[in-house]
T-cell receptor, first 114, second 113 residues
């Protein structure tokens, strides 16, 4: 059973297009995250939602908009894609209120903007 | 806020040799500490975590880490590495009262046959 899943796994698109990445978790977690991993493997937090409420919103261009329809889903929509958006995007989830706070990661979505 | 420094960006090691991957953190509050592994073209997988109690933490695949509060370190060790350990390793810290992770820049471990 997949704990945190993302679709699509690969996404190739042209500059200026709009695209979405979907994330779903079946762990019963209440907090979900989006990370961006660049070509040097550096992981940067972008957003976090707790019970559908935005709690972390790092310095990210307005072209990126997260949407959480329910606790199990967190989607990422990107408008007017740019070359610099090419990266691997990871979704993660965790259960707040517990002592562990560990995050569970999805397999990633490799976005290539041409 | 917290921060993490992984002192080595690349660590080559021969198969069956021991390895240590270094991690230092900075925080003004008590923290939880984690090590994650990322195999090629995959997501991150939790190796081990320190929450409280014993400072020596054992994880999966024979890895262990030791929390040293005075040196603000959480180094990862394995006594004998295998080819399959070749991967990117990330140290992470979170405040006990927060929900945000801060990741280090990663250490690329390459096991040489």
């Amino acid at each position: 059973d997949t704990a945190v899943s993302q679709t699509p796994k690969y996404l190739v698109t042209q500059m200026g297009n709009d695209k979405s990445i979907k994330c779903e978790q079946n762990l019963g977690h209440d907090t979900m995250y989006w990370y961006k991993q660049d070509s040097k493997k550096f992981l940067k937090i972008m957003f976090s939602y707790n019970n559908k409420e935005l709690i972390i919103n790092e310095t990210v261009p307005n072209r990126f908009s997260p949407k959480s329809p329910d606790k199990a889903h967190l989607n990422l929509h990107i408008n007017s894609l740019e070359l610099g958006d090419s990266a691997v995007y990871f979704c993660a989830s965790s259960l707040q209120g517990r002592k562990s706070y560990e995050q569970y990661f999805g397999p990633g979505t490799r976005l290539t903007v041409t | 806020a917290q921060s993490v420094t992984q002192l080595d960006s690349q660590v080559p090691v021969f198969e069956e040799a021991p390895v240590e991957l270094r991690c230092n953190y900075s925080s003004s509050v008590s923290v939880y500490l984690f090590w994650y592994v990322q195999y090629p073209n995959q997501g991150l997988q939790l190796l081990l975590k320190y929450l409280s109690g014993s400072t020596l933490v054992k994880g999966i695949n024979g890895f262990e880490a030791e929390f040293n509060k005075s040196q603000t370190s959480f180094h990862l060790r394995k006594p004998s590495v295998h080819i399959s350990d070749t991967a990117e390793y990330f140290c992470a810290v979170s405040a006990r009262t927060g929900n945000q992770f801060y990741f280090g820049t990663g250490t690329s471990l390459t096991v040489i046959p």
